[in-house]
């Protein structure tokens, strides 16, 4: 059994703990241990979360709905196991962690209530000579008693559960008294620091086999007294007492609500700030346990003012038990933090939800008045160009300074006039090619006589565009969004913030002639992009514009949200043996060095087999060599040359430079066999002068996009005239290839009847369907025929 593995660490009393210190293997080498460089001077709480991965001294308060089973008779094994993993890695970090833990009543509880049944049932067994188990009742267990019965046990389960990462424990009871004796605190304070000297986590809780009662109406009264009443005041004051970075305090809430959990319109609270108090509605307390969220708010605001940082968690939740801790200490959106510092603007939900209000009125504005918003706004790009560009210039100045930027992402990074010009020409193709698109009807049918059904064009609802080092994407995208009526969160690169900066306000600038300013917001407050993907009640389409990697951790990370976009631009251009000479230099050309860096390059040349030892496949050659294109041999093109280039390490490689590889294939349907295995689905090319060659191609071909004696770089929604793209997608529903502004809409049903039920159709209904489809009219969106 797990209680009986106790071999390796023993555990401490207070001021009894130096007989024991060989037992722990760790022990040696303690002093020694390489520490994580974590130093700050306390007395003042971190004040954002980012800022958590820099505490050293960690409290873990575990209550009693984290420890216990949902019958309250014993402890929650799987999830204290999980939890005792993590505190063991964090230790094993470097960090100095400490458990504040329920669990001896439920424990104890369990115990005597197997003792107490076992007593009976030998007694009744010996006295009646029947068997009357059935029949038995459990006396009410004192507190105290399970208590005492419990501290063993339980002490004796961490300790076996945290030998198994090599890490010693140690158990500490305390009392009121422990605190408001001096000389006791004094002795407390020693032992622990001793303890945390020497890589042992000390495991705390209160003596509930000798503490009175909770006082009903004792309360925390400021810095320097504290009543210890539960294991959360004990948590508060032990934090302050031990000037610890952090308190993590796992419950069975997903943190701190603004009214109770159970109500429908109850909000988790990201970040709490002393002074809201009288915001919250508290509700009932936990199933177990003394305290309940109020007694939790008041000790996290105690700590908070004595300089500890704290978060209010759920512990017991499956699918977040096994990483809760570390995601905390890791800075992600994780429950309830506690901060004194409190943003000037907004929160990133509050500004989803004024601009989710801000988009529906921007949906229901006249085609016409969201062309002038959008004309406007291209106006304010060349009148303001001046202060954009000097803006521009301040992110410049600091990225060369700091040359963290590669010289494709500060070409990218940087603003000209002329560019400035080029956006207000798209811009204003925007606006007028948007005229028809929101509620525009798609299909009207006459479901039965006097009823009507349409499909029609709508906004998808907030889309949250995520861009890197390109300010020019964010008026792109903001005209975009306002000509389908989509509301707007923006989280572009902290490396463009001076620019994305005056860009947004010309946008709101904009909006606000139609009286919409809230319906694009900027995300401009520290938020990692991990948690704005998890805020799916919120957001309804994620579209990242930057690098495969960007793309890569967005989709991971993404929590019910769907993703626009691609994580790989792994194009191919295949030559056939029926291609012209011209027609091959110039397309693999263009293709591959026209613009390295972009999704829509060439990284793969095929050839096929019978073009080896030709003229054709010379010019090839000779061309990327020209051009300085590192060429990497497949494996079969390999296996053909004495003296070959350097083998490709993957035929999925994305290069984004001037590299790719080339492989030898037998045929057509090998070139897509090859493609379809190797391939991200983005845009591949044939060329050949052989049409049935060609159509085979295009037609059995799986890719988004698919091209005839075209370059791959004909892979952009500008160039198929889509005015501006937000993106490409190799996605396989909704919109697919480059995306513009049809891809930003959906569509809903409306129906129009006179009184009619679904038993009007029955058997026994008097009426039968029609299934007309109904010729919709040019015109106006919306516009309905007469009939």
């Not at 060609?694 to 370059?711: G, K, M, P, R, T």
């Amino acid at each position: 059994m797990l209680l009986q593995r106790l071999a390796l660490c023993s555990r401490l009393k207070v001021g009894k703990w130096n007989a024991s210190v060989n037992a722990c293997p760790r022990l040696s080498r303690a002093a020694s241990q390489a520490k994580l460089p974590l130093t700050r001077a306390h007395g003042k709480s971190f004040a954002h979360r980012s800022e958590l991965k820099q505490a050293k001294r960690i409290v873990v308060k575990l209550g009693s709905a984290v420890v216990t089973r949902g019958d309250e008779c014993g402890l929650a094994l799987g999830r204290l196991a999980s939890i005792v993993e993590q505190v063991a890695v964090l230790q094993n970090q470097g960090r100095e962690m400490m458990i504040v833990t329920s669990g001896a009543v439920a424990f104890g509880k369990q115990r005597l209530r197997h003792e107490i049944l076992l007593s009976q049932s030998v007694r009744q067994a010996l006295h009646s000579g029947q068997n009357q188990l059935k029949h038995m009742t459990v006396p009410v267990l004192e507190a105290r008693a399970c208590a005492a019965a419990g501290q063993s046990g339980l002490m004796a389960l961490y300790e076996a559960m945290f030998t198994q990462y090599s890490t010693c424990t140690a158990q500490i009871l305390v009392t009121n008294l422990d605190f408001h004796d001096e000389q006791k605190r004094r002795n407390l304070n020693s032992t622990l620091h001793e303890l945390l000297r020497m890589n042992i986590v000390p495991i705390i809780n209160t003596n509930d086999a000798v503490v009175p009662p909770p006082e009903p109406n004792s309360d925390l009264q400021g810095v320097n007294v504290i009543s210890i009443k539960d294991n959360d005041s004990l948590a508060a004051r032990l934090a302050v007492e031990m000037k610890a970075d952090l308190l993590i305090a796992l419950s069975d809430v997903e943190g701190l609500y603004d009214s109770p959990p159970g109500l429908d319109d109850a909000k988790l609270i990201d970040i709490f700030y002393p002074g809201d108090q009288q915001s919250i509605t508290y509700g009932t307390k936990s199933r177990v346990g003394i305290g309940g969220m109020e007694a939790k708010v008041k000790a996290a605001l105690w700590a908070l003012q004595g300089g500890t940082s704290v978060v209010i968690a759920n512990g017991t939740h499956p699918k977040v038990t096994g990483h809760v801790i570390t995601d905390i200490v890791e800075g992600k959106k994780v429950g309830t933090f506690f901060s004194e510092v409190k943003p000037a603007g907004p929160t990133v939900e509050q500004q989803a939800e004024m601009a989710r209000h801000g988009g529906r009125t921007l949906a229901a504005l006249l085609p016409e008045q969201r062309s002038e918003v959008i004309c406007y706004l291209a106006d304010l790009l060349t009148e303001k160009k001046d202060e954009i560009l000097d803006a521009n210039k301040k992110d410049m100045d600091l990225a060369a300074s700091t040359g963290r930027l590669t010289p494709p992402l500060l070409k990218r990074l940087s603003l000209s006039s002329a560019k400035l010009n080029s956006l207000a020409i798209g811009l204003r193709q925007i606006a007028v090619s948007s005229q028809d698109s929101v509620g525009r009807v798609i299909r009207r049918t006459r479901v039965a006589n006097n009823l009507e059904l349409e499909q029609i064009t709508v906004p998808i609802g907030v889309l949250l565009v995520i861009f890197e080092s390109r300010p020019d994407c964010l008026p792109q995208v903001s005209a975009l969004a306002i000509a389908s009526g989509n509301a707007l969160l923006l989280k572009g690169g902290k490396e463009a913030a001076n620019t994305n900066r005056i860009l947004h306000q010309l946008t709101q600038e904009a909006l606000s002639i139609h009286g919409v300013k809230d319906a694009v917001q900027l995300v401009s407050t520290r938020e990692e992009v991990e948690d704005l993907c998890r805020l799916d009640k919120l957001i309804d389409l994620i579209i990242p514009r930057g690098s495969s990697q960007l793309v890569r951790d967005i989709q991971r990370a993404a929590k019910g949200i769907p993703v626009l976009g691609h994580s790989e631009g792994v194009c191919h251009v295949y030559v056939d043996s029926d291609a012209s000479i011209d027609k091959v230099i110039k397309i693999v050309r263009d293709s591959k060095c026209d613009y390295p860096a972009a999704c829509n390059a060439m990284e793969t040349l095929l050839v096929h087999r019978d073009l080896l030892r030709s003229p054709v496949f010379d010019q090839i050659i000779d061309m990327l060599r020209v051009e300085r294109v590192k060429i990497h041999a497949g494996p079969r093109f390999a296996s053909y040359l004495t003296f070959s280039p350097s083998e490709v390490k993957s035929l999925r490689t994305e290069y984004g430079d001037l590299e790719c590889c080339i492989e030898v294939v037998d045929s057509m349907q090998d070139a897509i066999d090859h493609i379809h295995k190797y391939g991200s689905s983005h845009t591949d090319v044939i060329v050949t002068e052989n049409e049935e060659t060609a159509e085979q191609f295009l037609q059995q071909l799986d890719s988004a996009c698919v091209f005839w004696n075209a370059s791959s770089r004909f892979a952009d929604g500008y160039r198929f005239g889509l005015g501006a793209e937000v993106g490409i997608s190799t996605a396989r529903i909704h919109a697919r290839g480059p995306v513009g502004l049809e891809g930003l809409l959906t569509t809903k049903w409306v129906l129009r009847g006179d009184g009619h039920t679904a038993a009007d159709f029955s058997e026994q209904g008097s009426m039968k369907f029609l299934h007309e489809n109904i010729p919709i009219a040019p015109g106006l969106p919306g516009q309905r025929t007469s009939n």
